[in-house]
């Protein structure tokens, strides 16, 4: 089992930047890959970001490519998402998940998700 918490997000303008973080519980933290999704009104969750058990690796959504940066430190069980430049159509909840397979972009492969923080991205 694990349990993820979210925090860090807010209300920036246009071309700001904010620091998510994931905070998970358990002692198992550096055997799941971790993953971001974000979801916008009226949208379906979307994929943002996953990196490898290890932080070694990470892949990212195209619409995020070279502004966000996902890292993880796990020896403070933590996942955090850099946000620079961000945009208007950045505004969503962004949660973060938990998968034991590898570096997935699909939702279904995450079976632990926290409960979500907002970003708002003003113009």
């Known amino acids: 089992q694990v349990q993820l918490v979210e925090s860090g997000g807010g209300l920036v303008q246009a071309g700001g930047s904010l620091r998510l973080s994931c905070a998970a519980s358990g002692r198992t933290f550096s055997s799941y890959a971790m993953g971001w999704f974000r979801q916008a009104p009226g949208k379906e969750r979307e994929f943002v970001a996953t990196?490898?058990?290890?932080?070694?690796?990470?892949y990212y959504a195209d619409p995020v490519m070279g502004r966000f940066t996902i890292s993880r430190d796990n020896a403070n069980n933590t996942v955090y998402l850099q946000m620079n430049s961000l945009k208007p159509e950045d505004t969503a909840v962004y949660y973060c998940?938990?998968?034991?397979?590898?570096?997935?972009?699909?939702?279904?492969?995450?079976?632990?998700w926290g409960q979500g923080t907002q970003v708002t991205v003003s113009s």
């Open positions: 998940a938990a998968s034991s397979q590898y570096m997935r972009a699909t939702a279904h492969a995450y079976g632990y």
């Open positions: 990196n490898s058990r290890s932080g070694d690796n990470s």
